[in-house]
């Protein structure tokens, strides 16, 4: 093979698998390096030169932006898994702060209350909205995975809602918060039952990757309804310090520790990944 | 002839009566189409990578003369699902020939 074409099938085999993991990187250059030679080699026996040869088998291989489309639509996006599991992290992070806060320096939280919602919210939804990308690589789950995303977008508003007339309309802001935790809690529990109808379903995941991404929802999810709980039992219970409330806070602070352990350990896999 | 959409079935159907890599579909595809049905070959990889998530084929990787191959070889869910594309796409082809005849 000569030099030029040798540095063209090679710029055009890491130009169409920069976007996998590295496993399935390996996969598909070993694949095509063989198709590639079967090619060369037919085309040499039609009497071609060895250049024209190798250019015709390259030129048969079409567009590496092609190949790279083709797979991205087969295999997650390895740059989105990172996002996938940043954004997580993150979100987890500010809620882990929020608690700490919270029992830490109570009079924060009373001040930065509105910050923290604005942070918090939207971030939940990206974590959402990663999680749902993620599934929809490999899922048909467009609309039960919508309506969580609506039930938790509808929930950051209502919450935040809340948040701005709490001084002014007490009772239209416990209103809204009580509607927003009931459409979350409605929307989770919806998408859940389809999550897990879907991953037993599905054989498109890898059992690794299938294992993580169950562990890593079921508990984002249980992390998710501990809060909620915490918000109706604060709404609920007049004494916000009462065991209630409590035993409340230790189940969802539970929840997001196991969620953040996990993030954590799902962005290692994944550097450890792309690092190989 | 733009394969999109079909590329599926044809791998499926091509590997119906044996066991295949990916350069012998490429060629079997076009030889039965006597060159018609022409494609970016690159392309058939993600293709038969989806059918394999899908269950439809199963690979396993041989070494001759010291390549590493990969061979394709249809699963009895994919021969259900070819089974299932082929009626489908009779309806559709009826369907069209029936609207084209009335033209």
Not at chain 1, 2 to 26: F, G, K, Y
Not at chain 1, 65 to 88: I, N, S
Not at chain 1, 131 to 157: D, F, I, N, Y
Not at chain 1, 206 to 221: C, E, I, Q
Request: aromatic content about 8%; overall charge neutral; charged content about 20%.
């Amino acid at each position: 093979m000569s030099t030029s074409v040798n540095v063209e099938l090679q710029l055009w085999l890491t130009a169409a698998t920069r976007d996998v993991i590295p496993s399935v990187q390996e996969r598909v250059r070993q694949e095509i390096l063989d198709h590639f030679e079967m090619a060369v080699e037919a085309f040499l026996e039609a009497g071609m030169s060895a250049d024209d040869a190798h250019q015709a088998a390259l030129d048969d291989l079409g567009t590496p932006e092609a190949m790279a489309h083709a797979l991205r639509a087969v295999y997650p996006h390895q740059r989105f898994f990172l996002r996938a599991a940043a954004v997580c992290q993150l979100f987890a992070a500010l809620v882990i702060v929020r608690l700490l806060v919270e029992r830490l320096l109570p009079r924060l939280i009373v001040e930065y209350t509105f910050l923290l919602i604005l942070a918090q919210g939207p971030c939940l939804l990206l974590a959402l909205h990663a999680l749902t990308r993620l599934s929809l690589q490999q899922h048909r789950l467009e609309r039960p995975l919508e309506l969580v995303k609506s039930a938790l977008m509808a929930w950051c508003g209502m919450t935040l809602i809340g948040g701005l007339i709490e001084g002014a309309l007490p009772g239209v802001a416990a209103v809204a918060l009580g509607l927003s935790v009931l459409l979350a809690m409605i929307g989770v529990v919806w998408g859940l039952a389809w999550f897990g109808r879907a991953l037993r379903d599905t054989e498109a995941l890898s059992t690794a990757l299938k294992r993580w991404l169950r562990l890593l929802f079921n508990a984002g999810a249980a992390a998710v309804l501990g809060v909620l709980v915490i918000a109706v039992l604060n709404l609920v219970l007049p004494d916000k310090n009462g065991s209630f409330a409590a035993a409340a806070a230790l189940i969802g602070a539970g929840g997001i520790v196991i969620y953040a352990l996990l993030c954590a350990s799902l962005t290692w896999t994944f550097v450890r990944a792309v690092r190989q | 002839v733009n394969l999109k959409g079909s590329l599926p079935l044809l791998i499926l159907h091509t590997l119906r009566s044996r066991t295949q890599h990916g350069y012998q579909i490429v060629q079997e595809i076009k030889r039965r189409s006597a060159g018609v049905l022409d494609f970016k070959e690159g392309t058939l990889y993600p293709a038969l990578h989806n059918l394999e998530q899908q269950g439809f084929v199963e690979s396993y990787s041989e070494t001759e003369n010291g390549r590493v191959r990969r061979y394709y070889k249809l699963t009895e869910r994919g021969r259900a699902q070819l089974d299932e594309q082929l009626a489908e796409w009779q309806r559709f082809s009826e369907a069209v020939q029936r609207v084209l005849g009335d033209a």
